[in-house]
């Protein structure tokens, strides 16, 4: 059987960051939902079984969708700030991308064990993530939910009021996506 390739984007599914507050004063802050609306997925396939994965994404491309929690709902002006300030956290002019390269990949009772390297801010750390595939009869769909932590990878997560409120240092990451099987 020959080598296919998929390629994967927004118009197949989401990729979704979900941010905590921490500190003495984080019943002001706001817990933030995050898309992240530019993004690449591909999958290649030797044999009927995935052989490699990667997933790149456009850090410019974070859009704060919705926050909970806080002293008052979040305005749009809110919500470009909070952008603002998280891209700035991320150095996004520097370091423009995030990306994950799986290279080892097997087979679960559910869908795949992923081994890979994750990039993000310029530092690259061993990542295993576990992709639960389900048949929807025509499509496939292939979702994940991890945490990434700010520390370790250098990022200082968004603090005020010198500290007593500050994005909280693990930041759930949801992935969901479908792929025709004839596609």
Known sequence: MPAT??????????LLLTTGVTGPAAAMGHRLTIAMTSWQGSVTWA???????ALTVDVDSLEVLSGEGG??????AEKALARSNALKSLNAKRFPQISYHADDIVKTGDGYRLTGTLDIHGKSRDRVVDLRVEDLGPAWRMS????VSHSEFGVKPYSMMMGAMKVADEVAVSFVAEHAKDG
């Open 144 to 147: 994940c939910d991890a945490e």
């Open 47 to 53: 044999d009927g079984e995935p052989v490699t994965a």
């Open 71 to 76: 002293v008052k709902g979040l305005s749009a």
């Open 5 to 14: 390739a998929w390629t994967l984007g927004p118009a197949d599914g989401q």
